[in-house]
């Protein structure tokens, strides 16, 4: 009874002392719970505790972010949705259009977002003209990791292109290694798809492709080349790579059973927590091809209500984006951050090319979203075309059915 | 006055069950076939759009896909555990030694759930890891046993262990049934000196038609119904060649935000169920009118 009187005359001393003195409190909705995205949010939450704030964690493991989605609608169905939830591409837009989302652009503007963004990136994180997302990192897709001990022995460069992909497989294959370590899931189907696309037809075509869906580009015979080259890959994996893991995948490289992997960076966490040094053990590089395919992990802010709520989300999104939490967080993530002022010294090689070329990709226009990583297209859309790419990869479908079955799907997914 | 409480205790008792089923299943089941004609994409709208969503979903490579494995797995599952759970229950129903120690083992893989069952025969069947890896392991280098990740013959490994987990089962309702068959009637016709074989064919299996049709229903809608053992055992892999019905429905609502997709699907799902359990409910209420 008297933690009871307590508190309520706390409260309501809370109350007349009014919205100065409220402690900014958030909600923060993500699913990162393994290990080292644990350790990631924890930065972020130690950070947030020490400005004042009082955080409220809500994670949802399970299914790639599919169990937070569902709770997350009925939050938000329910009226009550949570300060932050960790968003990305086309998903922040459907749910502006939803009518839930808050416009932060004051503390964007009073920060400075736009001068520190490369503006490919930052123009994710607004809704009709105003900022209403703030970004963590920029993970790149396009690389191609290799066991450093295989290729030398067997006298094999760093592909640059894709005929050159081919020779060296072929000569690994010939000498008893599998050339492709690979996981028979859709998701990482489709990010071989993706590469290839951009490898094979460039960024601009890339763009039409997958980004506009242009059916000319979709059932061009460039992208016939496309799949002609994914049946080629698939005579480079092993025949037990269906429904494995994209870790497993990495596993393979590391222990040599393997010689490459196509995969975004998160790879190279794997090959570090198991004490593998880039360029001695592991080398990384862009996948054949120019330009650069980014996947940009960010927290959507919701509309709240409360003085406390709103100032608890003003200064979650400036801290996401503040330099300090920019460099901790993606250390342990394996990706970069997004703003591009902040020192790179401490982050290894690969780290630092990828930032390197998301600067010159940007400048020169060949800076595109990942489709298989939900940056370019929505949910039934990029799906479609992963259930071609797939359906494809895993049997003997023939590249001119498969580029009808893709324009199809797209049509058939609007 | 309490006789007329005795009267309605019952209803009393049962009305907030009623009233709770009339919501949560009839309720929803409205609201899905309301949203399968609506154009929802991330979140439920309800303008009602005519039947888009039916044919986008019968346009869908992937929905065939899933209904022809429905129909593959279904008439496969049902069959073969339906007379492989018939064979075990007669040679059970032998007077045997330790028959209730065989018929537990029998049972148990039932205990389990699909999840266990799915992952257990991913490792047993991954050419990697299980039968191909052992036989060749053996010296028969050139053995392959690939189902798993062949595109053509995937569904089989599901159809297989569906049937090691629930043939065990049936086996039991066959011999529950075996049993309840008249014993006089047997022994009439032992004596009349029928072979056993015909004893079976002519007397106790016609005799047990409701069995076969409670086995039958109960298989019907495991198999319809099967979401654990595709996701598993396959992932709805290679590609999406093992992809069900209620794994299409689970992709568009929860990872593609395709909500009027799935509700369609969902429906179509629910006919199907309905095509079979109507003429069961049907023919169960005019055996009691009868």
Known sequence: MKLFTAASAASVLAMTAGAAFAEPKAEVMHWWTSGGEAKSVAVLQEEFAARGGSWTDMPVAGGGGDAAMTALRARALSGNPPTAVQLKGPAIQEWYEEGVL???????????????????????????????????????????????????????????????????????????????AHGGQSWQDATVFETVVLGLGGPEFYQQALVDLDEEALTSDTMKQVF?????????????????????????????????????????????????????????????????????DSFAMFEVEGEDAKEGQALLAELIVGPSFQETFNLNKGSIPVRTDVSLDKFDMCAQKSSEDMQADAQNGSLLPSYAHGMALRGAQAGAITDVVTAHFNSDMSSEEAVEQLAAAVANSM | MSDWLGRQIPKILLAPTFLAVLVFVYGFIAWT????????????????????????????????????????FGTLFIVIAMVLGLALAILLDQHIRA???????????????????????????NPGLGIEAMVRGWGFESFSFGWLVDPDKAIYTIVLAAIWQSSGFVMALFLAGLRSVDGEIIKAAQVDGIPTWR???????????????????VLAHLAIKSFDLVIALTGGGPGYATDLPAT???????????????????????????????????????????
């Open chain 1, 102 to 180: 808050a416009d932060i652009s004051d503390v964007a503007e009073a920060q400075g977002w736009a001068d520190v963004l490369p503006a490919q990136l930052a123009e994710h994180m607004k809704c009709d003209g105003h900022w209403c997302a703030a970004p963590v990192n920029v993970h790149r897709v396009n690389w191609i990791w290799a066991n450093a001990d295989i290729l030398e022995s067997n006298g094999i460069e760093m592909p640059t292109t894709w005929e050159e992909f081919n020779a060296a497989a072929e000569k690994l294959k010939a000498a008893g290694v599998t050339p492709l």
């Open chain 1, 228 to 296: 002609d080259e994914m049946r080629v890959l698939r005579g480079y994996v092993d025949d037990n790579f269906s429904g494995r893991e994209w870790n497993l995948a990495t596993a393979m490289v590391m222990n040599g059973e393997a010689a490459f992997q196509i995969m975004g960076d998160w790879a190279k966490g794997e090959f570090v927590a198991a004490g593998k040094v880039p360029g001695e053990d592991f080398l990384c590089a862009p996948t054949p091809g120019e330009g650069y395919l980014y996947n940009v």
């Open chain 2, 33 to 72: 076939a309301w949203i399968s004609f609506t154009r929802s994409r991330l979140m439920p709208q309800y303008e009602i759009d005519g039947v888009i969503q039916y044919e986008r979903l019968f346009a869908a490579p992937r929905w065939d896909t899933a209904m022809n494995n429905l129909y593959v």
């Open chain 2, 99 to 125: 028959e209730g120690a065989l018929r537990t083992i029998y049972l148990y893989p039932m205990a389990l759930s699909m999840i266990v069952t799915g992952t257990a025969w991913k490792w047993i069947l």
């Open chain 2, 199 to 217: 004893i079976y064919t002519a007397i106790i299996i016609p005799s047990m038609a409701p069995i076969f049709l409670s086995a039958f229903i």
């Open chain 2, 248 to 290: 299409y429905m689970y992709a568009m609502a929860f990872s593609r935000g395709d909500l009027g997709q799935a509700a369609s699907s969902a429906m179509i799902m629910m006919s199907v169920v309905f095509a079979i359990v109507v003429p069961y409910l049907y023919s169960e209420l005019r055996a009691k009118h009868d």
